[in-house]
């Protein structure tokens, strides 16, 4: 779910020490100076879109370990599914989307999910200070293989 930034600046990534941006300009070459709306059309036209695990949620503040877990609904993943039958994999932005993933979406069966590759990433978030953006960076790698 986006923070505060993020949803002031109505924007995913929206707080500007958050890395995922400049991860995009590394890896696809989406330019971090564009504004907002490019670099979102620049990802679309190379195959990648942005969407959140939960759809919806509560949680005092931006940190990820205040969500209170019973108040967490996910997206529907099955009719997205559905919609992009092109859709090669999932890439999970940090830990927190990774579990909200697995508890909510991969118990659900009857779907194309088994068939597409999901990727646990290192969160790009500042609050995610255990990795170097270089060591992050190496494992976010991964997704140029998938568009």
């Known amino acids: 779910m986006p923070g505060i930034a993020s949803l002031r600046a109505a924007q995913y990534y929206g707080h500007p020490q958050n890395r995922f941006w400049p991860t995009m300009e590394a890896l696809f070459g989406v330019p971090f100076a564009l504004p907002y709306e490019q670099r979102v059309a620049a990802l679309t036209a190379k195959g990648i879109a942005l969407w959140d695990v939960l759809k919806a949620c509560e949680r005092p503040g931006s940190l990820d370990s205040s969500i209170v877990r019973s108040s967490e609904i996910a997206n529907d993943f099955n009719s997205f599914l559905d919609h992009h039958r092109q859709l090669r994999a999932i890439a999970l932005n940090g830990g927190t989307a ?12 009857g779907s194309r999910l088994d ?3 999901v990727i646990a990433l ?9 990795q170097s953006m270089a060591a992050k960076l190496a494992q976010w790698q991964r997704l140029t293989a998938c568009v």
């Open 122 to 130: 290192p969160s790009t978030s500042p609050a995610n200070a255990s």
């Open 115 to 117: 068939a597409i590759e």
């Open 98 to 109: 990774r579990d909200a993933f697995k508890r909510h979406v991969r118990p659900v069966r």
